[in-house]
């Protein structure tokens, strides 16, 4: 019904920037409220950013100031911008849709890594 598709991730030095995009396939995207999560390795997925259908947005404190999160309903993305990158931010960053509290999609994650 949904397929996501994430792109953007790379290789980065401290302080540098990326831009994540997530497409979102298979239904109407504007119905979703859209996250981004990462998840290090050896540590569990956390919730890194969220944008509702409203355009209400939420950020975990170690990334606000720094990250934006925005969505494009025309084009169907979820855009995650990344500056001020720090080493701490490297992990597999996932894009998600959730249409209720018991029904939500994944993408297959990109991965970014910062460099010190």
């Known amino acids: 019904q949904v397929q996501l598709v994430e792109s953007g991730g790379g290789t980065v030095q401290a302080g540098g920037t990326l831009r994540l995009s997530c497409r979102h396939l298979g239904d109407i995207f504007s119905i979703y409220d859209m996250s981004w999560y990462r998840q290090a390795p050896g540590k569990q997925r956390e919730l890194v950013a969220s944008?509702?259908?409203?355009?209400?947005?939420n950020y975990d404190e170690s990334v606000k100031g720094r990250f934006t999160i925005s969505r494009d309903n025309v084009r169907n993305t979820v855009n995650l911008q990344m500056n001020s990158l720090k080493p701490e931010d490297t992990a597999v960053y996932y894009c998600s849709a959730r249409k209720s509290i018991t029904k939500t999609w994944w993408g297959q994650g990109t991965q970014v890594t910062v460099s010190s």
């Open positions: 944008i509702t259908t409203g355009g209400l947005l």
